[in-house]
């Protein structure tokens, strides 16, 4: 704990492979279009939440702060680290992480234009 807070790791931005979690390809209506996308962001969320959990497990597993955190806390104070480097493996598989995940469509990318190889209607 640094200064009687546990340390905290954000990531702000993260995508999803968009081909495991694609839907049905959606009607031409667009309200219905949205609804469909409302309906599917808490499974992307749910989906992204849990590779991030599988992913931390592994590298608890492995004892390999693949993540930075502590060059971050060699960053912020270098004295602390030095008392925390030696067992620093051990430390940082016994760390509990809490992954929060928040979707928000912005786009769907399925509106690319032409495909590659075909000419554009004028």
């Known amino acids: 704990m640094l200064r009687g807070r546990p340390p905290s790791l954000i990531f ?3 995508a999803p492979e968009a081909t495991s979690l694609s839907p049905r390809w ?3 209506n667009k309200a219905s279009w ?3 996308w409302k309906r599917r962001t808490p499974k992307i969320g749910r989906e992204v939440e849990r590779r991030l959990q599988e992913g931390i497990a592994v590298l608890k597993r492995e004892k390999l702060d693949a993540l930075g955190i502590g ?3 060699y960053r912020r104070n270098p ?3 030095r008392r925390l480097e030696p067992d620093w493996d051990d430390r940082f598989a016994r760390i509990r992480f809490q992954v929060r ?3 928000r469509m912005l786009s769907t990318g399925l509106n690319v234009g032409t ?3 075909t000419k554009e209607r004028k």
Do not use: C, D, M
């Open 115 to 117: 495909p590659f190889g």
């Open 26 to 28: 959606p009607s031409s």
């Open 101 to 103: 995940v928040e979707v």
């Open 34 to 36: 949205r609804t469909s």
């Open 12 to 14: 702000t931005e993260a």
């Open 79 to 81: 004295k602390l680290w």
């Open 71 to 73: 060059t971050q806390i």
